[in-house]
C-alpha cells in the first residue's frame, strides 16, 4: 500500500510580494515583460527538470499545514465581506481607476488561507512543470507522462481519495475549484487533472471494491495510472441509450466488443471505465462500467484526434475486439452504469462550470490590459466609450455568475449541490465563457486571431466547453424536466 502523503503548502496571508511572485511564477507578468504587449502566449523556457522540486516558500515543512486538518465542510471562521481595510482600499481602487481586477471583482468568500496557500502551491507547480513545456506538447499533441508523475509528487492528484490508498483524504470540493481555476489561468488544458480526479476519482472510490481500490488507487494518486472514462460513441453522445459497445457473459470473464470516440486521456490512459451494454434489452438500465486497462489484448487505440482546441490534450478514439475483460473489472452494479452516472455527472459539470467561470475572468483582465496599452486615434481603446461598455457589460456578466457560481461551489462542498443547480452552472458559465472569449478576442483585433496570444488560444480551447460534459441543449433540458414534468 502507499503510503499516506500530505500535501506541501504553506498557509498564512498573502502579502503583495507574494502575490507578485505567484504571478511571476504563473507567467502572467512575464507574459507581459517578454512581449511588450499584454496576452501573449508565454514561449517555452528552458527550464531544469528534476532538480529539487518546488522548494522554498511552499515546501518549508515548518510552515506546511496538512491538508488533512481542514474540515471538510469548514467554512471562515472570519466576519464575511469586505473589512473596513480592505473596503478603504476597494474604494480608493474605483477612484483612482486602479487594475481591473480589484475594481471588477467582489472579495471572494468561500476559500480560507489554506485554500490560498493551496492556490500558491498549483501555481508553483504550474509555473515549473507546466508552462515550460506547454508549447511542446500542443505540437505533440499530448503531454508528458512525467508531468503527470510530477503531479502526483506534488500531490495534486487523488484529492479526495483516502489517505490509506495514497491520496489526499479531502473532500472539500474548494481545492479541486482552485485546481480548475489556476490550471485554467495557466491555459494549461492538456494536463486534464480534473477530468482525473473530479470524474474519474469518483467512480472509483465510491463503486470500487476494497480488491479494486487496492489495485488502482496508488497509481491512479501517484500518477503511474492515467484514467479515461469512455462513453461516448460514434452513434451515441448525448442519447447514452444508443450505446451499442457490448460485453458478453462468459463465465468468469465479459468478451467486449465496440468502439468509442473522443475520449479524453484516450492515448495515454492505463485505465479506462468504458460504458457498455450487458443486457441488450434493457435499453439504459442494460449498461455497465467495465475497467479495460492497458495491455489487454485487442484494446487498441485509434486516431489521436486533430481538434481546432486543447491540442496537447489526447483526445481519441478506442476500439475493443474481444477484449476479454476478468469478472473483477466490473465497477459498481451489474446493468447499474446508467444510475451510476446520474450521480457522478453532477461533479463534472461543476467542474467544467468553474473552468469557464474562471476562464471568462481571466479573459477580462487580459483584455482590460490590452485596451489599456493599444492606442489607436491618437489614444488608448480603453478611452473610447464603445471599449469601454464592452468590458464593462462583461465584467457585470462575470460579477453576477461568480455569486452564483461561488454559491454552488460552497454547496458541493458541503453535499448540498443538486444535479439541477450544477447542469444551470455548466451552461450558464460555459455560454458565458463563450460570449466573453469571442468579444475579448474582438477587442484585440487582429492580434486576437493570432495562435500566440492566450485571447486565441483560450477562444479555441475553451469552445468545447459548451459541448463536452453534456451540452447547454441537454443541460436545459434536465433544468426544463425538473421544473415541468
Ligand atoms: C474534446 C472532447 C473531449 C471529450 N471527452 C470525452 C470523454 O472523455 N469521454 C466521453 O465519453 N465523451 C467525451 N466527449 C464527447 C462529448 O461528451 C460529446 O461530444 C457530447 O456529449 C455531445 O455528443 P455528440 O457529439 O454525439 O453530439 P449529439 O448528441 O449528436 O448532439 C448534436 C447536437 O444536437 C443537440 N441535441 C442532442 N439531443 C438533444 C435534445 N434532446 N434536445 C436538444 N438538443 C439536442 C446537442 O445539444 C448538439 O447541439 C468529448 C468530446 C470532445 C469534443
Avoid at 515548518?62 to 466576519?79: E, I, K, L, N, S
Avoid at 481591473?100 to 512543470?129: C, G, P, S, W
Wanted: glycine content about 12%.
Amino acid at each position: 500500500m502507499a503510503p499516506a502523503r500530505t500535501l506541501r503548502y504553506a498557509a498564512g496571508p498573502r502579502r503583495v510580494a507574494d502575490e507578485a511572485a505567484a504571478r511571476e511564477a504563473a507567467g502572467l507578468d512575464a507574459v507581459r515583460a517578454r512581449s511588450g504587449r499584454p496576452g501573449r502566449v508565454p514561449r517555452a523556457e528552458a527550464a531544469p527538470r528534476g532538480r529539487g522540486r518546488l522548494r522554498g516558500r511552499s515546501c518549508v515543512r515548518d510552515r506546511t499545514r496538512g491538508f488533512r486538518a481542514v474540515g471538510g465542510t469548514r467554512f471562515p471562521a472570519r466576519p464575511v465581506g469586505p473589512q473596513p481595510a480592505e473596503l478603504t482600499e476597494t474604494v480608493k481602487n474605483w477612484l483612482m481607476g486602479g487594475p481591473a481586477e480589484m475594481t471588477a471583482q467582489m472579495k471572494r468568500q468561500i476559500f480560507t488561507e489554506d485554500h490560498e496557500a493551496f492556490r500558491e502551491m498549483v501555481r508553483t507547480f504550474l509555473a515549473k512543470e507546466v508552462t515550460p513545456y506547454y508549447e511542446q506538447w500542443e505540437k505533440d499533441g499530448i503531454v508528458s507522462r512525467d508531468a503527470w508523475r510530477a503531479a502526483g509528487k506534488q500531490g495534486l492528484l487523488g484529492l479526495a481519495v483516502p489517505e490509506e490508498y495514497g491520496g489526499g483524504g479531502q473532500h472539500d470540493f474548494r481545492y479541486s475549484a482552485v485546481l480548475a481555476e489556476e490550471f485554467t489561468r495557466a491555459g494549461a488544458a492538456g494536463l486534464a487533472v480534473g477530468l482525473h480526479n473530479d470524474i474519474i476519482g469518483p467512480y472509483l472510490t465510491t463503486l470500487g471494491t476494497e480488491e479494486q481500490k487496492r489495485r488502482w488507487l496508488p497509481g491512479f494518486c501517484s500518477g503511474e495510472i492515467i484514467t479515461a472514462i469512455a462513453m461516448t460513441e460514434p452513434g451515441a453522445g448525448s442519447d447514452l441509450q444508443g450505446i451499442r459497445t457490448h460485453a458478453e457473459d462468459a463465465g468468469d470473464h465479459w468478451v467486449l466488443n465496440g468502439s468509442k470516440t473522443f475520449i479524453s486521456n484516450g492515448i495515454l490512459a492505463d485505465l479506462v471505465i468504458v460504458v457498455a451494454r450487458t443486457t441488450p434489452e434493457g435499453g439504459a438500465h442494460g449498461l455497465s462500467l467495465l475497467v479495460v486497462e492497458q495491455g489487454m489484448a485487442g484494446f487498441e487505440r485509434g486516431r489521436n484526434l486533430d481538434k481546432i482546441g486543447q491540442k496537447s490534450q489526447d483526445t481519441a478514439e478506442l476500439f475493443f475486439h474481444d477484449v476479454r475483460v476478468p469478472k473483477e473489472n466490473l465497477l459498481g452494479e451489474l446493468n447499474g452504469a446508467f444510475g451510476h452516472l446520474m450521480t457522478h455527472l453532477a461533479q463534472e459539470r461543476m467542474g467544467i462550470a468553474v473552468a469557464g467561470i474562471a476562464g471568462a475572468e481571466h479573459l477580462l483582465e487580459i483584455t482590460s490590459s490590452y485596451v489599456k496599452e493599444r492606442e489607436a486615434f491618437g489614444r488608448p481603446l480603453a478611452k473610447l466609450q464603445h471599449i469601454r461598455f464592452e468590458i464593462a457589460e462583461m465584467a457585470t456578466e462575470c460579477a453576477v455568475t461568480r455569486a452564483f457560481l461561488d454559491r454552488c461551489i460552497a454547496d458541493h462542498s458541503a453535499g448540498a449541490l443538486d444535479a439541477v443547480h450544477a447542469s444551470m452552472a455548466k451552461w450558464w458559465a460555459t455560454e458565458l465563457h463563450k460570449r466573453v472569449a469571442d468579444r475579448c478576442l474582438q477587442l484585440h483585433g487582429g492580434y486576437g486571431y493570432m495562435a500566440e496570444y492566450r485571447v486565441a488560444r483560450a477562444f479555441t480551447d475553451g469552445r468545447i466547453q459548451t459541448i463536452y460534459g453534456g451540452t447547454t441543449e441537454i443541460m436545459k433540458e434536465i433544468i426544463g424536466r425538473s421544473l415541468l414534468d
